[in-house]
């Protein structure tokens, strides 16, 4: 059975996940906003999504662009939790996963390191 929990507190564990991230890899994040929503439109079984540019695509030309965006989406992860504490950790990998995204690294590579 799906999770039941407020937009608020689901809101809470992207937040908390976000601060498990080191100050290393915050630090160096450019011109991006996390957005929570509740599912995408087009794909509505997908847990995030970052849309953008990373920044090993970016070069001297980079300047101008609306920010690349990473949305975690609320109802898939808690229809495919059934405990409070797997939402937290799927929270976690989603936010892990779409950052690492906007550092340039693939699907491929998440997938096989556990990321996926």
Same mark, same amino acid.
């Given at each position: 059975?799906?999770?039941?929990?407020?937009?608020?507190?689901?809101? #809470?564990l992207?937040?908390?996940?976000?601060? +498990? *991230?080191?100050? $290393?890899?915050?630090?160096? @994040?450019?011109n991006?906003?996390?957005?929570v929503?509740?599912?995408?439109?087009?794909?509505?079984?997908?847990l995030?999504?970052?849309?953008?540019?990373?920044?090993?695509?970016?070069d001297h030309e980079? #300047?101008?662009?609306?920010?690349?965006?990473? +949305? *975690?989406?609320? $109802?898939?992860?808690?229809? @495919?939790?059934?405990?409070r504490?797997?939402?937290v950790?799927?929270?976690a990998?989603?936010?892990?996963?779409?950052?690492?995204?906007?550092?340039?690294?693939?699907?491929?590579?998440?997938?096989?390191? #556990?990321?996926?």
């Amino acid at each position: 059975m799906a999770v039941r929990m407020s937009d608020d507190e689901f809101d #809470g564990l992207v937040s908390d996940a976000l601060d +498990t *991230i080191p100050s $290393e890899l915050t630090d160096n @994040m450019s011109n991006v906003v996390i957005l929570v929503e509740p599912h995408n439109e087009e794909e509505p079984s997908i847990l995030g999504l970052y849309s953008g540019i990373a920044l090993t695509m970016r070069d001297h030309e980079y #300047g101008g662009y609306l920010p690349d965006t990473i +949305t *975690i989406y609320r $109802e898939p992860i808690l229809g @495919m939790c059934h405990t409070r504490d797997q939402v937290v950790h799927e929270v976690a990998v989603t936010v892990i996963h779409e950052i690492a995204h906007h550092f340039g690294i693939s699907d491929a590579w998440l997938h096989a390191n #556990g990321w996926g």
